[in-house]
């Protein structure tokens, strides 16, 4: 390990070198403050051991100096110093030291206070890998998340689809599906699972599994039962009830989820929608503006036999529906203030004769803009579609 030391006496300076470089250091050796900061920024030095008092830079000012830095991996500063006032070693330790040897140096104090600067590096070191390897694996899973969103909108003749998914960590918990069910309908969700970090993700991509599209006896969107080998396209009511049957609260880890589920028919654009606890979907039109759909239940997971209901719309030429969870409207500002239902309809009618993927752009700016320093405390999901 690389030791620097910075000390303008020439006696203690050389001892300090042999006691060093007896305990297996690598040592190199400064005559001042100044000397000293030039050799740290041309190498790299785990342990620095100053003295305090010294010309043209004294130990503070050098401390100061190589935590302003703020290089990586972590500098151990141990200050020489012959102050021993509780109020001198306060204003070194908020300075940046991390301890001190008294001089004159006592040869065995000084091994043990290197060697417990050495194990915190070491320390250190471990940690930083293991975090590094974590943050590759978080990656990974992130990575594994997005490709769980639709790779791209599906081909329907009279809608158009777009789509805005932010996390606000590595991982989401929040997750949307938009799909084409059978040959004549369309489908779309959003769901939001509570918590963040791995295990609200894991239950969010065990959401998007389970909303698989494609037409199979299995599927949790299909119906089976009906005594021929067709295909029957579940109520978006249906589906609910049978997330609500699988993903239990105590099955769950405590974890519940809300969602929001409609079918749309393209030809005569009536819309079936379900809710389970999950933010109105919301209906802009150029003569009501934007109205919250009469869809409403329990949140996924708390009741095992709760019954859904479906709404049922009828929609018309021109119309926008936009599904989002609760970390659009619950964004808080600096002073705690939501950007609200009230803003995200305005800005939905100042907006609605714009094109959708600019809408869905403005609206993730305006919550990044409203939140503090652009710091989400919750996931953004955006799923909207014009007819």
Known sequence: ??????????????????????????????????????RFQENAFPLVLTDWMMPEMDGLELVQKIRSAAQQPYTYVIMLTAKSEK????????AGADDFVTKPFDRNELRVRVG????????????????QRMKTDLDAAADLQFSMLPA????????????????????????????????DQVGFYV???SGHGVAASLLSVSISRMMDPTPS?????????????????????????????????EQCGGRFFSMCYGILD????????????????????????????????????????????DCEIQLNPGDRLVAYSDGVVEQLD???????????????????????????????AAVLAWSHAGRLNDDLSILALDL
């Open 266 to 309: 393209p030809r005569t654009r009536k819309l079936k929608l379900a809710s389970a606890g999950h933010p109105p979907v919301l209906r802009v039109s150029p003569t009501a503006g934007a109205v919250p759909l009469d869809a409403s239940g329990m949140l996924i997971g708390v009741i095992d036999d709760y019954e859904f209901d």
């Open 116 to 131: 417990a600067g050495k194990r915190i590096l070491e320390l250190e070191q471990t940690l930083s890998l293991q975090n």
């Open 334 to 364: 600096e002073h705690d203030e939501e950007f609200s239902e009230q803003r995200l309809g305005k800005h939905l009618i100042e907006t609605q004769t714009r094109p959708l993927a600019e809408v869905l752009e403005g609206i993730e």
């Open 87 to 94: 109020h001198e070693i306060v204003q070194g330790m908020e």
């Open 1 to 38: 390990m690389n030791v620097l030391i910075a000390e303008d006496e020439s006696a203690t300076r050389i001892r300090l070198q042999r006691n060093l470089e007896k305990l297996g250091f690598q040592v190199t050796a400064a005559a001042d403050g100044a000397e000293a900061w030039q």
């Open 217 to 249: 006896r299995t599927s949790l969107l299909y119906d089976a039962d009906n005594g021929d080998d067709a295909l029957r396209v579940r109520a978006p009511s249906d589906v609910l009830r049978e997330l609500n049957r699988r993903f239990q609260i």
């Open 191 to 193: 769901a939001d699972v």
């Open 152 to 183: 791209h909108a599906p081909e329907v003749t009279g809608v158009e689809f777009a789509w805005k998914f932010r996390p606000c960590d590595e991982l989401a918990g929040d997750i949307l599906g938009a799909f084409k069910l059978g040959d």
